[in-house]
């Protein structure tokens, strides 16, 4: 867990490249100048993970005490700080001289056509400089080369890119400036934080489009903390740029955990945000399995045989085409078909799938998800209540998202709801015919104009009620937040899930309720009125007769 003291630097260093580096984009989109940011971000990360670990063997080299003590002999000490395996064997990127950051941030400045000498082993070569963005490309496709975990995940499209040299060099001195070292964090840390508040920066500059690969991080905070992956295989079938996987890595070193007791798998259909995603990974030092390419998570599912221990997603809400190349059969669908013209219990269900049998899942939906009975969706619903896998619905509130204003919930799900241990050792209870509703719509804050957020004492409002209620310790219903209902009263209210009908909320928010009930409750209120109306027409008409009025 970082420190104020580490916070506030991190805060400070962040804004300020970002406010430097939006300053350099002229008129280049964001969603272009994103990769050319992220790229050189990541580039600065091997080369000072690199640099890190090669002062680190420098000083072994020295020291009479330790095993790697090479005496005075300063030509064989850098012969031997050339030697890869002392990189690999601490999970160092091996970064050939051409992608080191001195050689790339020296020569760029170096006039197009200009020679300079290149060593590659034990010889060295003169090398024309071409132009900025293929020094970066060459950088990149050498360190692609020599790391085989990086084989396709790298951007190498600074030639085409549309950014003046200067504003390239000068965004090459810009994040040249990024510290490796601070007093208690180091390269992977400190770029890290500057990776992912680079991309929510983004994600807010591309509006809609940036929602695609970017989960807001209150939302992933409140969804991990939930679920506590701790120990196991984390799986995310739309994942984005690996915002849950970020988040789980955090989780895991708050509770003095070992980031080697989880695995991570996912899968991405679009190939520039699973490189993002890939690079993520890369730069947090999280071992990754993303099926090896981009592909679409219905039609070609990269992880066929993975039953895992927690799934967590935000998949694109009411997703319309999506089964090209999908059965009706298709073994997913155990709870139903879901309709062609909406994939939400197309998500819902591929993770089911995939879930072990004592695993834990948090999906993202739009809440028409908790209450639809269009196209076999209220069905699927009842069979899911029905084989008892919903465990806990949240009702979030609006304005969370920067690609979509339409009011969303989480669905967790559980296919045993029997007593046992999590792997943090939380002993949870019987729940079995019981579903915990909670409306969080009232909670959080308005950051700016636009946005919402939740505080910190949000999260744990709603975290703490979940695990209480998991576990039977000081859990209470609170009328018009949280309440625990059983499958038999849920069954009452046609198997609708949205929690304003069970916590007691004072009024029904208007995408809490489908639009044929809507009708009906309305129009029996309209017909009700027009009684009444009806009623007073009369009475008045007698009291006006009887004061000798003609009527």
């Not at 990769?35 to 080299?61: M, N, P």
């Not at 790298?154 to 400036?177: F, P, R, V």
């Not at 129009?523 to 027409?537: A, P």
Request: net charge negative; proline share 4%.
């Amino acid at each position: 867990m970082t420190s104020n003291e580490e916070q506030q630097f991190l805060n400070e260093l962040e804004k300020k490249l970002w406010n430097a580096a939006d300053r350099l984009r002229s008129s280049l989109d964001a969603a272009v100048y994103k990769h050319a940011v992220l790229g050189l971000i990541f580039l600065k990360y091997v080369s000072d993970t690199f640099a890190e670990r090669r002062t680190e063997l420098a000083a072994q080299f020295r020291d009479p005490a330790h095993d790697y003590y090479l005496g005075d002999d300063e030509a064989l000490i850098k012969e031997e700080l050339e030697v890869r395996d002392f990189y690999t064997e601490k999970n160092v990127f091996w970064v050939p001289e051409i992608a080191r950051w001195d050689t790339l941030q020296s020569n760029a400045k170096l006039p197009i056509g200009t020679h300079f000498m290149l060593k590659s082993g034990k010889t060295e070569q003169a090398v024309e400089m071409r132009t900025i963005g293929w020094l970066i490309d060459t950088a990149l496709d050498h360190v692609e080369k020599e790391n085989p975990k990086l084989k396709g995940v790298l951007n190498k499209t600074y030639t085409q890119l549309s950014i003046e040299a200067d504003k390239l060099t000068g965004l090459i001195d810009l994040i040249g400036s990024i510290p490796f070292q601070h007093a208690s964090l180091h390269a992977k840390d400190i770029l890290g934080h500057v990776y992912e508040y680079f991309l929510g920066q983004f994600a807010l500059a591309e509006g809609k489009k940036g929602g695609q690969y970017y989960t807001p991080k209150a939302i992933v905070s409140l969804m991990v903390e939930m679920l506590q992956p701790f120990k196991g295989r984390v799986y995310d079938p739309a994942m984005g740029s690996g915002g849950f996987f970020v988040q789980s890595e955090r989780f895991i070193e708050e509770h003095q955990g070992t980031l080697g007791n989880i695995s991570v798998y996912g899968q991405e259909s679009n190939p520039t945000t699973w490189r993002l995603a890939a690079m993520n990974m890369a730069l947090r030092g999280i071992d990754f399995n993303f099926g090896g390419r981009w592909a679409s998570t219905y039609s070609e599912d990269l992880h066929p045989d993975l039953r895992a221990d927690f799934v967590m997603a935000n998949p694109p809400f009411n997703m319309k085409e999506w089964k090209s190349g999908v059965k009706d059969d298709d073994p997913r669908w155990a709870y139903g078909i879901p309709p062609d013209g909406n994939a939400n219990f197309a998500w819902l269900q591929h993770m089911l799938y995939h879930l072990a049998p004592n695993g834990s899942l948090g999906l993202l939906l739009a809440n028409g998800s908790m209450s639809s009975n269009t196209n076999n969706e209220g069905e699927i619903r009842k069979r899911l209540l029905l084989a008892d896998c919903v465990e806990c619905m949240v009702a979030l509130p609006g304005q969370l998202f920067t690609n979509t204003q339409i009011p969303a919930c989480i669905w967790f799900l559980s296919k045993n709801k029997h007593p046992r241990e999590t792997a943090c050792g939380r002993k949870l209870r019987e729940r079995s015919g019981e579903v915990l509703f909670i409306d969080a719509r009232n909670l959080g804050f308005m950051k700016d104009r636009v946005l919402r957020d939740f505080t910190r004492e949000d999260i744990q409002k709603v975290v703490s009620t979940y695990h209480a209620w998991q576990s039977g310790a000081g859990y209470e219903d609170v009328l018009g937040f949280c309440k625990s209902v059983t499958l038999a009263q849920i069954a009452e209210h046609g198997h609708v899930l949205t929690p304003g009908r069970y916590v007691g909320a004072e009024a029904v928010e208007e995408d809490d309720e489908a639009f044929a009930e809507k009708m009906q409750r309305l129009t029996q209120q309209l017909g009700e009125q027009m009684e009444k109306g009806v009623e007073l027409d009369q009475l008045i008409q007698q009291k006006l007769g009887g004061l000798g009025y003609e009527c």
